[in-house]
């Protein structure tokens, strides 16, 4: 089975302060990704990473880093968290399927920045 | 147009009827094709993928492809009211990760 782990399922942070989401998958998954959902908008993809060191700005990037320094791990960082950063953070990573990529989500985390 | 269109429901069915949920897509060069199920509060779970156009079964669900008119949809038998969640249709363009989701349909299973 597929194993994504994320650091925290709930966070409440200050405007301003900086945050860290972190998400592991044990998989050895080249492929990670940062997604936001908000109620009917969707997942909208932050960024992804396909290897180590590597990282591409998906839809919504602004206000938004990574960090990939390990195969098994992907850090989004909110350099200064704003209140309409307030979301559900998904972590996912993808494995070839024979015939696609398939995407397995970690659990999420919901933050509340206040 | 969004890219990937779903119906946000809530659609009522009772348990034991069969469950339709649809998704148009609007980019043709799309190749796979994915449902998602998420329970309130969770995370999404991927239940069904269909690559080819036709019917693709698996267990009390089935999934159906008709890339002419760019419509995927998910059919659920014999509904149980744990199958009451919200249902993700995502497409993937060119078999890469560039995976489009739709806002999600709200299924609910009423005993």
Redesign the interface.
């Known amino acids: 089975d597929v194993k994504v782990t994320q650091s925290s399922r709930y966070l409440v942070k200050r405007t301003g302060e900086k945050v860290f989401l972190e998400c592991v998958q044990d998989m050895d998954h080249e492929?990670m990704?940062w997604y936001r959902q908000d109620p009917?908008?969707?997942?909208r993809?932050i960024y992804?990473s396909?290897d180590v060191k590597m990282k591409e700005k998906g839809d919504i990037p602004e206000g938004y880093s990574v960090s990939r320094e390990k195969k098994e791990r992907f850090s989004l960082i909110l350099e200064s968290a704003s209140t309409n950063q307030t979301s559900m953070y998904?972590c996912a990573s993808?494995l070839w399927?024979g015939?696609?990529?398939?995407?397995?989500?970690?659990?999420?985390t919901r933050l509340t920045v206040t | 147009q969004k890219e990937v269109e779903q119906n946000s429901g809530p659609l009522s069915v009772p348990e034991g009827a069969i469950a339709s949920l649809n998704c148009t897509y609007s980019d043709r060069v799309s190749q796979s094709f994915f449902w998602y199920r998420q329970y309130s509060g969770k995370s999404p779970e991927l239940i069904m993928s269909i690559y080819s156009n036709g019917d693709k079964e698996d267990g009390r669900f089935t999934a159906q492809l008709n890339k002419a008119s760019q419509y995927v949809s998910l059919l659920i038998r014999d509904s149980q009211p744990s199958d009451s969640a919200t249902y993700l249709c995502a497409v993937n363009r060119d078999n890469n990760n560039d995976m489009r989701f739709g806002a999600g349909t709200r299924l609910t299973v009423k005993p």
């Not at chain 1, 009917?40 to 997942?43: C, D, E, I, P, S």
């Not at chain 1, 015939?99 to 999420?108: D, K, L, N």
């Open positions: 492929n990704f009917g908008l969707g997942l993809l992804f396909y998904l993808s399927a015939a696609s990529y398939e995407q397995y989500f970690g659990p999420g």
